[in-house]
């Protein structure tokens, strides 16, 4: 058998199981993801219970697959990296108990693994530690967080703002279900909002841009999804039209409300690259919203690809590359849902 150097990540935060293999370089040897959002299509969100049962039918799946098309390079696993959170309880524990057994299966090291700490690097993926730009600003925007960091290196994030209530993916998911557009709502808000297009909003469907006036760089949709739900209920007649137009005005309100957080940001700490993650990040209208306004405030951005974008092993591998590369020892660890 070979010298162990390969590392190993499991990633069960939420509704997607996933399973990546990295070479000693940062290079995937083999990955895969398998999404249950059909399961919850119906429901109009996630179920904890089933996506936690998914799990557990999931990664022996992957896992048999993986030995299958790598059996040398997962006999040479040295280190193996674990989402421990944040995320739904159930879904971290079937990943956690999971992987716990199968380090001890392959004598390797057991790390655990904030998700959102994987997120944040996402964008830089496969780059050695040395060639990201630290200090950055890294803004997480998914169904679950809505965060803002100051991170100054690996194991270095400052929480500089979040939301207050919803995140603005979940915002997103629940005005699609209330207009009947389905779930997950964000792709569907997008595209009505490219066929309404650049034009102006009429002012009875323009939306409030939340927590600008706020002093600080939290955020909060609670407020705005309580105001577009009344938009909906006063314009039930209005059909594919109104859709289009107040989506656009929804999306709009919510891309200038986390601009004006990242601008603020910046200004504060001086710092000039922007990191942005997460699921909403593949949103094609938010990142030219937000790639403007950095260009005009001289702010780089940078966003991942977008299969990194979503929920996946890969990220969580490549944090643990980094973990490594870092001089990072294995410690104990137990899940944690509520980690920032």
Request: glycine content about 10%; overall charge negative.
């Amino acid at each position: 058998m070979s010298a162990k150097k390969t590392l190993l990540a499991v990633e069960t935060s939420f509704d997607d199981t996933g399973l990546a293999l990295l070479e000693p370089d940062g290079s995937v040897v083999w990955s895969a993801l398998s999404s249950s959002v059909e399961l919850h299509a119906d429901f109009g969100g996630v179920v904890p219970e089933i996506a936690a049962r998914e799990h557990l039918t999931n990664l022996p799946v992957l896992l048999s697959e993986l030995r299958s098309a790598h059996l040398d390079a997962l006999g040479a696993v040295e280190a193996v990296g674990v989402t421990r959170g944040p995320g739904l309880p159930g879904c971290l524990l079937a990943g956690v108990a999971f992987v716990r057994g199968l380090s001890a299966a392959l004598n390797a090291d057991l790390h655990g693994l904030n998700h959102l700490e994987g997120h944040l690097y996402s964008p830089f993926f496969g780059s050695p530690l040395e060639r990201i730009p630290f200090p950055f600003l890294g803004l997480v925007v998914s169904g679950g967080n809505t965060i803002l960091y100051l991170v100054r290196g690996v194991g270095e994030m400052e929480v500089l703002g979040e939301t207050l209530d919803d995140a603005a993916g979940e915002l997103f998911d629940k005005v699609a279900q209330r207009l009947g557009l389905g779930y997950p709502g964000g792709a569907v808000l997008e595209r009505m909002a490219r066929e309404f297009g650049d034009k102006p909003v009429s002012p009875v469907l323009s939306l409030p841009v939340p927590m600008l006036d706020s002093g600080d760089l939290n955020f909060s949709y609670s407020g705005l999804k309580t105001a577009a739900v009344r938009m909906i209920a006063a314009n039930e007649s209005g059909g594919v039209e109104f859709q289009r137009e107040f989506s656009a005005s929804l999306l709009r309100s919510v891309w200038e409300s986390i601009a004006a957080k990242v601008l603020a940001a910046a200004q504060t700490t001086g710092v000039k690259l922007l990191s942005v993650s997460g699921g909403v990040s593949i949103n094609g209208l938010f990142r030219e919203h937000l790639q403007s306004c950095c260009i005009a405030a001289q702010l780089e951005v940078r966003f991942p690809e977008p299969k990194l974008a979503m929920d996946n092993a890969d990220m969580m591998a490549y944090l643990l590359w980094l973990k490594r590369m870092r001089g990072c020892a294995p410690a104990a660890f137990d899940v944690e849902p509520g980690l920032v």
